[in-house]
């Protein structure tokens, strides 16, 4: 068996991938975010005017799933040629295509003008956001923690997770800008205004990710001639538990952000008459903290472990699930910012900050793009489903919180079943085996 020597990575070279990997994954989050608002606060009356508030939302939050269901082929199809050619030529089409289709989002006309058409586009559309976000992430987290210096892998593979929050940020504060908005003026054409700006957005993330230089790992793995014909299928071959255990740790952490920021926003505001800018400050002060707690708790794991740390949040999550949505309903403002900073500017960011190292971990160079990958997206894949499912339970149980945080727990409780079986292997990003 063969094996990749990478040089010692100076400090500054690391920094400077990990800060341009944090502008790309930004701008990826945000596209992908702002479609998520949009989904809760306007797709059910310009996209499905015929339906139900309550079978709008279900038919609206579907379309949104689409991008869920198109993640893994992202992973697949990004992850084989990312093993292949490279890592920073897929984070380059990624950024493209997730910018384009949201770009071309914003420019759909609605149900009242185009028929059923309007729909349609927005689901093809969403599908294009899915795979081009299921390509990103596992370049761009690879591409710091393998630059990365000898045990700070952590540290520096938390950086581009920062973009997430980081993105979160800057599509709540768009949507919260246009929100104070007349609604007639926000359903005619303020809620277009995110989604046209993330032209600016795609030309600045370009720019620095062109500039980016190959990792090491793959230039030296390519060089010798060692990458794998069929990295894919490899990585299911031959560290399918590595697979399965990935996928099931990353659906809590999937399922609390999306449940928190979509259905629960849409459910605050339609259900309790939360204002939605109120909801929508919460989020956004929760992501600002998240900012700082992501890097903090991806260092934390250089020094005490992936595993401890992660299994952390999942704890905190499992017995903080219900009482989120009790201080929601006491529709008290200082409890609601309460409720949801504990939940995303806590807990989530104990899971997500050590999770590019310890994914990074689970396979060797040669299938690190695709496993990771294929983990990773099939678990935001199921994490993504759950507020679809809770949506229909809000439904069926008259708009009762208990069911949204039953499943809270129940995936957080999967979710750390499943870090229990799970390895790391390749701990050392500069010298690992290519394949195992």
């Known amino acids: 068996m063969s094996a990749v020597h990478a040089p010692p990575g100076n400090r500054r070279q690391s920094s400077k991938v990990a800060f341009a990997s944090l502008i790309g994954t930004t701008v990826e989050w945000y596209d992908f975010y702002i479609y998520g608002t949009a989904a809760a606060l306007v797709f059910p009356k310009l996209f499905f005017p015929e339906f139900s508030p309550g079978a709008g939302l279900l038919a609206s939050l579907s379309t949104y799933a689409v991008g869920f269901a198109a993640r893994p082929l992202g992973g697949i199809v990004f992850g084989h040629y990312g093993d292949r050619v490279g890592r920073k030529k897929m984070l380059v089409l990624s950024l493209l295509a997730m910018g384009l289709g949201t770009l071309a989002m914003g420019l759909v006309p609605g149900f009242a003008e185009i028929g059923i058409l309007a729909p349609v586009l927005i689901v093809a559309l969403r599908f294009l956001q899915g795979v081009a976000v299921g390509g990103e992430w596992g370049g761009a987290v690879l591409m710091a923690v393998e630059h990365a210096p000898p045990g700070r892998a952590g540290w520096y593979g938390s950086w581009p997770q920062v973009g997430s929050p980081l993105g979160l940020v800057l599509s709540t504060a768009a949507f919260s800008a246009v929100s104070s908005l007349p609604d007639e003026d926000f359903l005619s054409w303020g809620w277009r205004v995110p989604f046209l700006a993330s032209a600016l957005l795609i030309v600045v993330g370009l720019v620095v990710r062109l500039r980016l230089m190959e990792s090491p790992v793959f230039a030296q793995m390519q ?112 409890l609601l910012f309460l409720g949801v900073i504990v939940i995303m500017g806590i807990g989530h960011p104990l899971m997500y900050g050590p999770q590019a190292a310890l994914y990074s971990e689970m396979f060797p160079p040669a299938l690190r793009y695709s496993g990771a990958s294929l983990g990773y997206q099939i678990g935001g894949m199921l994490g993504g489903l759950v507020p679809l499912v809770a949506s229909a339970l809000l439904v069926g149980y008259d708009q009762a919180s208990w069911p949204m945080a039953a499943l809270l727990v129940a995936t957080a409780l999967i979710s750390l079943a499943s870090l229990l079986t799970m390895r790391a292997r390749y701990a050392d990003h500069t010298t690992a085996e290519v394949a195992s």
């Open 223 to 334: 060089s010798a001639g060692e990458t794998a014909r069929l990295p894919v299928r490899d990585a299911l071959a031959r560290h399918p538990g590595s697979v399965l255990g990935a996928a099931g740790a990353f659906i809590v952490i999937n399922t609390v952000f999306y449940l928190v920021t979509v259905l629960g926003l849409s459910w605050a505001t339609s259900h309790l008459g939360i204002p939605r800018g109120t909801f929508l400050a919460a989020v956004l002060v929760a992501a600002v903290i998240m900012c700082g707690t992501v890097p903090l708790f991806g260092a934390l794991s250089d020094r005490v472990g992936r595993r401890p740390v992660f299994a952390a949040g999942t704890i905190l999550l499992a017995v903080f699930a219900f009482p989120l949505f009790w201080l929601i309903e006491t529709m008290s403002t200082p």
